[in-house]
């Protein structure tokens, strides 16, 4: 039961949009093509990730991650080289392996700590305000 109550103490942090400017009720522009798709993550909160975990970005604001356990889910749109997420939520399962609580909980970590990112060919990286790492993914579909 404790890693269930970790990953739903960290879970707000990962619903929480980044501040900006002024509110927006719309998002400002379409996510750029070479943004939406797949992404297999291979690092989140500076802890390697196993293979077949995964963030999608989808075209139309929407995205999801996928870490063998729970699902975090929600909207996000692009503004610069920033990803604002909002209406963000979650599955709660309870899994028995502790692996898969953990990946989930890096996950929601990284979608909620970042605050720009950078893409080089077919590498995603997230940063946080510090300039860290929290996130490196590769594109596996477009």
């Known amino acids: 039961m404790k890693p269930l109550t970790l990953f739903a103490a960290?879970?707000?942090a990962a619903c929480v949009a980044a501040p900006s400017a002024a509110p927006s009720a719309a998002p400002s522009a379409a996510p750029s093509a070479g943004l939406a798709g797949k992404w297999q993550v291979q690092e989140a909160d500076s802890a390697a990730m196993p293979e077949g975990?995964?963030?999608t970005l989808l075209a139309d604001g929407y995205f999801h991650t996928d870490g063998g356990?729970?699902?975090?889910?929600?909207?996000?749109?692009?503004?610069g080289n920033r990803l604002i997420f909002s209406d963000?939520?979650?599955?709660?399962?309870a899994c028995a392996d502790g692996q898969h609580m953990e990946i989930d909980s890096r996950l929601g970590t990284a979608v909620g700590t970042h605050?720009?990112?950078?893409?080089?060919?077919?590498?995603?990286e997230w940063f946080n305000d510090n300039g860290k790492v929290v996130l490196k993914a590769v594109k596996s579909e477009p």
């Open 88 to 93: 963000a939520a979650s599955t709660l399962k």
């Open 10 to 12: 960290l879970l707000p």
């Open 69 to 79: 356990c729970n699902r975090l889910f929600g909207r996000y749109r692009q503004s």
């Open 53 to 55: 975990v995964s963030i």
């Open 115 to 124: 605050r720009t990112y950078r893409i080089s060919g077919t590498q995603l």
